[in-house]
């Protein structure tokens, strides 16, 4: 199985990053959280800190599956002034590698990378004016699960953009045996509405 990785940067959204480590987690996926800056210790947009499993130099990242940014602000845009976290992130689209995002990073990362480009997605309300003016087609919906692309649009979409990606690597029944065990009952895992 390959591993996943989701980025910190100062002011990260909490809920959106401790939310998809936990149910990746749970769903028995690998997931390593990523510091984009000098120091293991991020502190959340809402004053939570959390520790980094690891610096941004410390993987060669090769054997990534998913690559993942959670939103909030500043975060999002301290994650886009990381120069080689753009590099990473622009050379594993190009080799189909997958990439999740949600809130602001969809617009505030991927946008101005190119990477929404005649593809549909969603974030956090407001911020789609520069996805729309980078060439995405915008949903207003909760999660837009593609092949290769996974967007949610804010905390209260944490949880569906978590089973999205476990849904993705591991299957439906995977994604919605998690979500079972979590309360979390959806008619479906079309994470598409």
């Not at 949610?152 to 979500?179: H, K, Y």
């Amino acid at each position: 199985m390959n591993r996943n990785y989701l980025f910190l940067a100062q002011g990260f959204e909490e809920i959106e990053a401790l939310t998809v480590v936990d149910v990746l987690r749970r769903a028995g996926m690998d997931i390593k959280t990523v510091s984009v800056s000098s120091s293991e210790h991020v502190s959340g947009a809402h004053g939570i800190e959390v520790t980094a499993d690891l610096l941004f130099d410390d993987s060669d990242y090769t054997d990534a599956e998913f690559l993942i940014l959670p939103g909030g602000m500043p975060g999002s845009t301290n994650l886009y002034e990381c120069e080689k976290l753009q590099q990473l992130l622009t050379s594993h689209a190009s080799r189909g590698g997958k990439i999740a995002a949600i809130c602001a990073a969809p617009a505030v990362v991927l946008a101005p990378l190119g990477l929404l480009k005649d593809k549909e997605a969603t974030c956090y309300p407001g911020f789609d004016k520069d996805c729309r003016a980078a060439g995405a087609i915008m949903r207003d919906a909760p999660v837009i699960a593609l092949d290769k692309l996974i967007t949610g649009n804010g905390p209260s979409a944490a949880l569906r953009f978590a089973l999205a990606i476990v849904a993705n690597s591991m299957g439906e029944s995977q994604a919605q045996q998690v979500g079972s065990a979590m309360l979390f009952y959806p008619k479906s895992m079309n994470f598409y509405f």
